[in-house]
């Protein structure tokens, strides 16, 4: 008997990587406090939050707010105050090109989700070639579409030239493209004038008569740490640009208001055509209702609650400033390392945001993830054969120095063995 003969299609496609949490796992039982792996923040070894959700789980809700139903697109106050926030941070002003978010439940949802509606199995997906590893499940697994991956930098540019032969080398008059800024796995983001150039292009290819549906991964929204970055989505330049540009923003709870375990996410839609919102939002719900059928009812409470909250801003960019600060120390401890370890073979990735920085590596990264693992106690995550990824986002302060200390030091001497 084999199990195939009961699986259907997707069922057979479908797998585990030895991925981000594996490889997670791995650094627990080794590492006591240089675990870099994991995409969260913790401060003095626990993980963050704020206080003002936290206050909630000892008093404050009613029986109502924990154990009823929510609607299938989510609370409507929620959906409300998440459109403003929306709205504000990215100075939106033409707020009927923009739907009110739908809740899904966490930011992996809202981009299953939107690939389940708008691509499908040869479906053309544009995207950078340093990307979140479960892209992969859910492009090429569960949808079957077409990956095309173009060059991300130019020196510390985006690479625009290359993002533009990208999608013209695609035949087909429908294309799904997928960004994500700050991104995983790189803490890159782009600058105003590549933002512009983007979209640019974008509005020019529109015009030719190209239906693009533009996918915004905006987990890490808002942890930006450089002047020169651009702090606002790429939503606010897509969502009024062009009738034949759809923008949807994916987004959440999980990273910009450090509730991982929530698991809330929203999907807004923006279009310079609003005729068919309504049937795109009905359509949204139907997907919903067939797949999680409505999100959690506690969680998003807790979150409205929490955002209306006095303090909530504030301890926000307390939150913030934790990580900036970790964010200029990894730049200065990468600087020296660099003169001290000159056979390193390590290059940085362009990093300026987010939770994580990335080395291109000149020997395996897997081996050298492993040799890291055991014999220096130091966890990070590899992806494919020549790529580290270092969350500092869960490494306090007085950590960083040793832990970058570790990883030039054993890269070394990999290198020279080699
Ligand atoms: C780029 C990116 N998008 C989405 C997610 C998933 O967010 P959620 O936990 O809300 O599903 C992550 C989490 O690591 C991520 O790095």
Redesign the pocket.
């Given at each position: 008997m084999s199990l195939n003969d009961f699986l259907s299609s997707f069922g057979k496609r479908v797998y585990l990587p030895n991925g981000i949490l594996v490889q997670n796992a791995q650094a627990v039982e080794y590492c006591k406090d240089l675990n870099a792996t994991a995409?969260v923040a913790k401060l003095n070894g626990s993980i963050m939050y704020l206080d003002s959700s936290m206050n909630y789980f000892s008093n404050s809700l009613i029986p109502s707010e924990i154990y009823s139903y929510s609607p299938i697109g989510g609370n409507k106050k929620l959906r409300e105050i998440w459109l403003n926030h929306i709205i504000n941070v990215n100075e939106i002003s033409n707020k009927d090109n923009i739907t009110l978010p739908i809740v899904t439940a966490?930011?992996?949802?809202s981009?299953s989700l939107t690939f389940s509606l708008f691509a499908e199995k040869d479906t053309d997906v544009v995207l950078p070639e340093y990307y979140?590893e479960?892209y992969n499940l859910i492009i090429d697994i569960q949808t079957q579409a077409k990956k095309h991956t173009f060059t991300m930098f130019d020196g510390n540019n985006f690479n625009i030239s290359s993002f533009k032969n990208c999608i013209n080398s695609i035949k087909s008059k429908k294309i799904v493209i997928l960004f994500?800024f700050p991104?995983?796995p790189t803490g890159f983001t782009l600058q105003e004038k590549e933002a512009k150039k983007i979209t640019d292009f974008l509005k020019e290819k529109a015009r030719d008569g190209i239906k693009f549906t533009v996918i915004i991964?905006d987990?890490?929204f808002s942890l930006f740490y450089e002047d020169y970055v651009f702090k606002k989505s790429l939503f606010s330049m897509l969502y009024n640009l062009d009738s034949n540009i759809l923008a949807v923003k994916c987004d959440?709870a999980?990273?910009e208001e450090l509730a991982?375990g929530f698991?809330i996410?929203f999907i807004t839609y923006g279009c310079a055509d609003t005729s068919f919102f309504d049937e795109l939002v009905s359509k949204t719900l139907g997907a919903i209702r067939c797949n999680i059928s409505n999100s959690n009812t506690c969680a998003q409470n807790i979150l409205y609650h929490s955002m209306m909250n006095l303090k909530h801003n504030q301890e926000k960019e307390y939150a913030k400033n934790e990580l900036k600060k970790r964010y200029n120390m990894v730049k200065d401890v990468i600087n020296d390392m660099m003169g001290k370890y000159k056979d390193s073979g390590l290059t940085v990735l362009p990093f300026n945001s987010g939770y994580f920085m990335s080395f291109l590596t000149s020997v395996d990264a897997e081996t050298l993830r492993l040799t890291l693992l055991r014999q220096y106690s130091t966890g990070l995550v590899s992806f494919g054969s020549k790529l580290i990824r270092i969350a500092y986002s869960v490494l306090d302060l007085d950590k960083i120095q040793l832990f970058f200390e570790n990883v030039f030091s054993c890269s070394e001497k990999l290198n020279k063995v080699v």
């Open positions: 995409g966490g930011i992996t949802n981009l979140w479960n994500n991104n995983n991964d987990a890490y959440g999980t990273k991982w698991r996410g």
